[in-house]
């Protein structure tokens, strides 16, 4: 097996944790990143038109657009500008001169942040068996080697069409439509990794597996739960209503393992006032749980929140609200009479006295908004978590009224988008039935495969052909070194990307490499330019139109790349759609999406509306589209881990220099961590009583089933984290979290939560 990447350290340093999200510095650095990576015009023109009505979508988080009001001056955040600097850069390109230069196993000596540096793609290229560079490849022969590998296989399901979150609803739903034609449901996507605990626990129990919020909410809530999530990072922007909403009086309360920056105060850099004297605080109880204990918190919550209403009847919960709108009530409160507070409150580690604290803030409250996301969709227990965040949202009647309610905040700038337009392994009957009647097939019925089903089934020889719709399949994904020789052993991989990234380098018998348009880029096509459209986390769907010149004439859009490999696959089919005729006019996409997909009517007036239009939203309007027409209480059970003497439970966790696994640099600088990504965040009693010291370089190491999977070279942190939990940067750490090891519910990695133990590390004499 060949190394997968380097693991060197690059020399740490360590300051005091900020105490203030973005104020100057992130205007600074996000310059720094702009104009360092590409020309000031250019740069400039990126600026100006992100997030504007007539500009194009952030390609970074899926956090939304106000509704109304849009700053003329800058209506994004440092992390947005970095991730349109990884897009627009051209003082390099990642061309066939490099990969002339460098042979394979040359750019895998190589870490993420160079790879990215070297710019975009320009050109397909192919590496066939056996060879040692990638070469380049015309488009239409790319397609044809496509188009017979997945034509010689025994079945359809044995080809994998994974997608990122990045693709637009237009090229999403040309995919689909291709895969399910060409005869598979094998269509993973980042999601599995992500919110699909969400997904899942919310389709269950409002009917619908999306935040029942708008943007507007979060100005009228009186109380805003976030619980693992951090959004000075991931969602920089969602700041400022949470600034408005404390200015209008509502109070926050923060449940992470960490004291994240951004969450504790916020000075906004366009705000005269917040420069002057220093920015807002913005929470008001700040909750350090231990990790993955967040359901015995809310059980906690629902606990005492029930014991106020038996002392108060009809002013802590809202009987009605229950009555006319739930099932399941009874056998929810029946079940917490099984649990003690203090017991729970131990089991997180908090004092009964804090979680009663939060209760006090709750209880006469009824507009309450809880945010939710990766610290709590990535455990095994995560859909059982987000259960109980239903209950405790329907106890106090928060669900489907202004400034309440559910609010995942998704990752990817448009991983909701693509779910909407069929991006799913499990698809609705209801939707095949449409994809039916509206195109005239039968759409495969069987389930596919989901991310870790597809990697083992790739492992095992079932697949033989992955497909990436950008993303990095490699990194992303658990068990690195598992799913490493899963891609190796297929016949084909293919990856449509804007930049270079390791899922290039660790690759199938034959690999392609596609190269297409970004967000920022100008996309021209027969019928002359081309806007797409993307759905941000509360459901409102907006135009995206790129304005920057293509870095070369050979990239194509996702949508044309999708049709180019249709006409190939299926050339001989006598009835086949005109596929080069869609992606040479977007509007006809979007008038075959609104034929079938309902909500999106009359969809290309209204998505060229200012603002984009809102899709419908039961639960936000208390239509609870379960089977029958009631929010569901649900019984979950905390469980807790048992850590053996010497054990911690790690969490995986982004930096603020990075967006999944791109990585723009090495600094964390809100967590006071600069120039290394190698580390682990231990507590200073912990290090103590593992006999380590502060900077010791040391080995992670998981078991699980019998095995044993190790991390090398990390250098330990002393950090304010609850004693037991270790916290380090995900990809680097991946390759200890065992395949196997998923969400109940909805095969969702366990990236929050890997057994681990330490040890020093031992150079080996080579
Ligand atoms: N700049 C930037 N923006 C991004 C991304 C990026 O990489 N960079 N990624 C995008 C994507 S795809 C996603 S999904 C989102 C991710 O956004 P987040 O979910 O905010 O990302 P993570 O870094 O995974 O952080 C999870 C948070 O949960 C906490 N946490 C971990 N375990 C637990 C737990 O058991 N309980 C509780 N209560 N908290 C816990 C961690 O301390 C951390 O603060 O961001 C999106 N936006
Ligand atoms: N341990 C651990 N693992 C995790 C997580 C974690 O918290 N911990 N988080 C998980 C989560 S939430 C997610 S969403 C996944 C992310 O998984 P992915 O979505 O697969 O990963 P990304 O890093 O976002 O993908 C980056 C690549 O996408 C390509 N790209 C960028 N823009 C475009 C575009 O416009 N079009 C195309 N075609 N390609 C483009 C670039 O080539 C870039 O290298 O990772 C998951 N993995
Ligand atoms: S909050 Fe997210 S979508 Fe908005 S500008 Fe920042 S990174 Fe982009
Ligand atoms: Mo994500």
Redesign the pocket.
């Known amino acids: 097996m060949k190394k997968i990447g380097p693991d060197t350290l690059t020399g740490l340093k360590i300051t005091k944790p900020q105490e203030t999200a973005a104020g100057l510095e992130a205007v600074v650095v996000s310059f720094r990143h702009v104009f360092g990576h590409t020309d000031l015009i250019r740069g400039w023109k990126a600026l100006a038109h992100l997030n504007q009505k007539d500009g194009y979508d952030c390609p ?2 899926a956090w939304p657009d106000p509704d109304d009001h849009r700053s003329a001056v800058a209506e994004y955040c440092e ?1 947005g500008a970095k991730a349109v600097a990884d897009e627009v850069m051209t003082r390099h390109t990642a061309s066939p001169v490099l990969f002339q230069r460098y042979s394979v196993e040359e750019l895998l000596k190589k870490d993420d942040l160079w790879l990215g540096q070297q710019g975009r793609l320009t050109q397909p290229m192919v590496i066939r068996k056996g060879a040692t560079h990638y070469e380049p490849i015309g488009w239409e022969e790319a397609f044809q080697l496509i188009a017979d590998h997945l034509n010689a296989l025994e079945s359809p399901d044995e080809a994998v069409f994974y997608t990122s ?1 990045r693709t637009s609803n237009e090229a999403a739903f040309l995919y689909q439509l291709f895969v399910r034609q060409y005869g598979t449901n094998n269509l993973p996507d ?1 999601s599995n990794m ?2 699909e605990s969400t997904s899942v626990a919310l389709a269950e129990t409002i009917g619908l597996g999306k935040a029942s919020i708008k943007y507007e909410d979060f100005e009228k809530a009186e109380v805003i739960m976030i ?5 000075g ?3 920089p922007r969602m700041l400022t209503p949470l600034e408005q909403a404390k200015r209008n009086g509502a109070t926050l309360i923060a ?4 004291v ?1 920056t951004g969450l504790v105060a916020f000075k906004y850099p366009q705000s005269p006032r917040d420069m002057l004297l220093g920015g807002q605080k913005l929470t008001d109880l700040y909750l350090q ?1 231990r ?4 359901l015995a918190f809310l059980k906690a919550v629902a606990k005492l929140l029930l014991e106020e209403e038996r002392n108060a009847p009809g002013r802590v919960l809202d009987p009605d609200y229950i009555r006319n709108y739930t099932t399941g009530y009874q056998s929810f409160i029946d079940d917490l009479d099984r649990y003690e507070v203090a017991d729970l409150a131990e089991q997180c580690g908090l004092s009964v006295d804090q979680i009663r604290q939060a209760v006090d803030l709750m209880k006469y409250k009824k507009k309450i908004i809880i945010c939710w ?4 969709t990535q ?1 095994r227990n995560a859909v059982q978590t987000i259960r109980e965040v239903i209950n405790v949202l329907l106890m106090k009647g928060s669900i489907g009224i202004e400034g309440g309610g559910a609010g995942p905040i998704r ?2 700038s448009n ?1 909701q988008g693509d779910r909407t337009m069929g991006i799913w392994e499990r698809p609705k009957p209801e939707f095949l039935d449409r994809l039916r009647e509206v195109f005239g097939f039968e759409p495969p019925r069987q389930p596919g495969f989901s991310t870790v089903e597809a990697v083992k089934a790739m492992h095992e020889g079932r697949a033989k052909v992955f497909f990436g719709m950008g993303g990095n399949f490699l990194m992303a994904v658990s068990d690195t070194n598992y799913t490493a020789e899963a891609l190796q052993r297929c016949r084909l991989t293919v990856q449509v990307s804007t930049k270079l990234n390791r899922s290039h380098l660790i690759h199938g018998e034959t690999a392609l490499i596609l190269p297409c348009l970004g967000r920022s880029d100008r996309d021209t096509q027969a019928s002359g330019d081309q806007f797409v459209s993307c759905e941000a986390t509360t459901g409102v769907v907006q135009p995206s139109r790129g304005r920057l010149e293509p870095v070369s004439a050979h990239l194509k859009s996702e949508p044309a790349i999708v049709a180019g490999l249709a006409e190939a696959v299926f050339r001989n089919r006598p009835e086949k759609l005109n596929w080069n005729a869609l992606a040479s006019d977007y509007d006809r996409i979007r008038a075959l999406i609104e034929k079938t997909i309902p909500g999106f009517e009359r969809y290309n007036e209204r998505v060229r509306q200012p603002g984009g239009f809102y899709l419908p939203n039961g639960p936000r309007e208390r239509r609870f589209t379960t089977a029958d027409g009631k929010a569901h209480f649900s019984v979950n059970t905390p469980t807790a881990h048992a850590l053996k003497p010497g054990e911690l439970l790690l ?1 995986t ?2 930096s603020h220099d ?3 696994t791109t990585i723009y640099g090495r600094e964390d600088r809100y967590r006071g961590v600069h120039n290394e990504r190698r580390v682990v965040f231990m507590n200073a009693d912990d290090i103590a009583a593992l006999g380590f010291q502060p900077q010791q370089v040391v080995s992670l190491h998981s078991r699980y089933d019998g095995q044993v999977r190790t991390a090398e070279r990390f250098v330990i942190v002393p950090y304010n984290i609850p004693r037991g939990c270790a ?1 380090a940067y995900f990809p680097e750490t991946n390759v200890l979290i065992p395949i196997d090891s998923v969400a109940e519910g909805s095969l969702t990695p366990t990236s ?2 890997i057994v681990i133990s330490v040890s020093p590390f031992e150079t080996v004499p080579a």
Do not use: W, Y
Request: aromatic letters at 2%.
């Open positions: 970074s988080c992390n979150g980042c992500c919110h619980m693992g999530q951090n959004p990072t991931n969602a449940v992470n393992p960490l994240e749980v990790i993955n204990t967040d996301a990766m610290g709590l455990h990752g990817h991983v969490m966790i982004r990075q967006f999944n916290a929050k939560s």
